[in-house]
């Protein structure tokens, strides 16, 4: 099955620091979500969007549905220690029922 | 408190015999699903129920079964002939028509 590109694979940063990351599809989607997971645990959904050049934010996060509807993008303003983890991207088609693509994750770790 | 709950969080069994792992959700939500995460890799769709008595294979369903006898419970039986089954579990669900999946906090699985 397909998986969906996500840019970059992994980041080290610093403490305070701004983050972005992408994920780019070769299909359509309807509904683009974030996740996060922390090593060892089940995904925690922190963002769903769900209309092309929508931007939504939760707390320090702010992610956006891209207008082409095949990307969509994070961003972490001020990161902190508990930032860590793997993030990864979902999307939903219009003809795949409940089904959703994963991307392949971009790993972040925060240095102090 | 409302939930997915997988048990166990490890499991250890030797090679030729079948497990069964277990997934229970009390959100009343219709649609249940089974992904594996390999390490560093994404998320793989084994298997997905959208309501009761009803189940689709997903990307990776060879070697792997599932029932769906009570909404509450979408058990994964691990057969013998899966031929790499050593991974991480991952249950969810999601209400009828709705893209967000909330997940389990996994099981991982070594066989040996």
């Known amino acids: 099955g397909q998986q969906l590109n996500q840019s970059p694979q992994s980041m080290f940063i610093q403490e305070g620091e701004d983050v972005s990351m992408n994920c780019t599809s070769s299909?359509?989607?309807?509904?683009w979500l974030w996740y996060k997971q922390d090593p060892g645990e089940g995904p925690v959904l922190l963002i769903a969007l769900y209309k092309a050049g929508e931007l939504t934010s939760n707390g320090r996060l702010t992610a956006q549905f891209g207008i082409t509807r095949k990307d969509s993008f994070l961003n972490i303003s001020a990161s902190i220690p508990s930032d860590v983890g793997i993030y990864f991207c979902?999307?939903?088609?219009?003809?795949?029922?409940?089904?959703?693509?994963f991307g392949t994750g971009t790993r972040l770790q925060v240095t102090l | 408190d409302g939930g997915i709950t997988q048990s166990p969080k490890y499991l250890f069994r030797k090679e030729g015999q079948n497990v069964t792992l277990s997934c229970e959700q009390n959100?009343?939500?219709?649609?249940m699903y089974w992904y594996r995460q390999d390490p560093g890799q994404g998320l793989r769709l084994i298997y997905y129920s959208q309501i009761v008595n009803d189940f689709q294979k997903g990307d990776i369903a060879e070697g792997y079964s599932v029932s769906r006898e009570k909404k509450e419970s979408f058990p994964l039986t691990v057969t013998s002939a899966q031929k790499n089954p050593t991974a991480f579990y991952l249950c969810a669900s999601s209400g009828t028509g709705k893209a967000e999946q909330y997940f389990g906090p996994g099981t991982r699985l070594t066989v040996t």
């Open positions: 299909s359509i989607f309807n509904t």
């Open positions: 979902a999307g939903r088609g219009g003809g795949t029922a409940s089904k959703l693509t």
């Open positions: 959100l009343n939500h219709d649609a």
